[in-house]
């Protein structure tokens, strides 16, 4: 009973603590909006070669061996079903409409989003952020605004370079593993994926690196004890990114999958 209790608790403590940071997030999200007509372009171009141009390697890297993954892991029950050609279609379809995004933000919330809040916290445990404020200059202007705008728009490059070389992964196991034709894996990859389904995953390649953002800069505002809160934040960011960043993804299946999908 008490051990039900203690759960339980805990439970309600996590639910009130994600609850308090997605308001958060919220209101940062609307002062950042109101900075939006101030923007500089040279500071988001800034941001977009730091966390955009310098992940290529690793997000196609990743995806890349995601692809081949998933043909490897599929191929089996396919060759079962007298169907192996269609491993091309599964993996197509898969990498475009959810893995290319999801992988691409993962990495994503570990390359840029744990150094946007170590350089946010150690700012704030510095008090630097308190000098911008007596200022009368904006942190959420010069810091939040540049690197949500570069972050989201490098999102959705990354989020297209993973969707090919998701399929190249694909396609390079099903052409010299299992065999498959390459005009035939081609054309059977081309037929699955549809025109709609890239812009649904730019879409949640676009939302997904707001969230990283988001997390990112209110866990460095909120950065408090020298190096160890520096360290908290920065590990917060990641582990906090990654969860909301599941949790959105199952909103999107639902929404394009049912609520969008028609009868």
């Known amino acids: 009973m008490v051990f039900v209790s203690q759960l339980l608790g ?33 500071s988001v171009a800034v941001q977009m070669i730091r966390f ?3 992940a290529i390697p690793i997000v196609a ?3 890349l061996f995601v692809g081949m993954i998933v043909a490897v892991s599929m191929s089996e029950m396919l060759r079962t079903l007298g169907v192996i ?24 919330s570990g ?21 911008l404020q007596v200022g009368a200059l904006s942190p959420v202007r010069l810091l939040v605004l540049p690197r949500m705008i570069g972050v989201c728009m490098m999102m959705m490059c990354l989020t297209l370079i993973a969707m090919v070389l998701g399929m190249l992964g694909g396609w390079i ?20 994926v549809k025109w709609l389904d890239i812009p649904k995953g730019l879409v949640k390649a676009f939302a997904f690196g707001m969230i990283v953002t988001l ?38 299946a639902i929404l394009f ?3 969008l999908a028609g009868p």
Do not use: H
């Open 61 to 63: 890297l990743v995806n």
């Open 173 to 192: 196991v099903g052409t010299v593993l299992l065999d498959i034709g390459s005009p035939t894996y081609i054309e059977a990859n081309n037929d699955a």
């Open 215 to 252: 997390v990112a800069c209110r866990q460095g505002f909120k950065a408090e004890g020298g190096a160890l809160g520096v360290g908290r934040a920065t590990t917060s960011a990641v582990v906090i990114s990654i969860c909301l960043i599941i949790f959105a993804n199952l909103c999107f």
């Open 10 to 42: 805990s439970l309600g403590r996590l639910a009130m603590f994600l609850i308090e940071e997605v308001g958060e997030m919220g209101l940062l999200a609307q002062r950042t909006a109101g900075q939006l007509f101030r923007m500089r372009p040279d």
């Open 111 to 131: 390359f840029a989003g744990a150094a946007i809040a170590a350089e946010i916290a150690t700012m704030t445990v510095n008090e630097e952020i308190l000098a």
């Open 257 to 259: 999958n049912w609520t």
């Open 85 to 108: 050609n269609w491993t091309s279609r599964v993996v197509a379809v898969s990498v475009t409409r959810e893995l290319a995004p999801l992988m691409t933000a993962i990495v994503m």
């Open 52 to 54: 955009g141009i310098r």
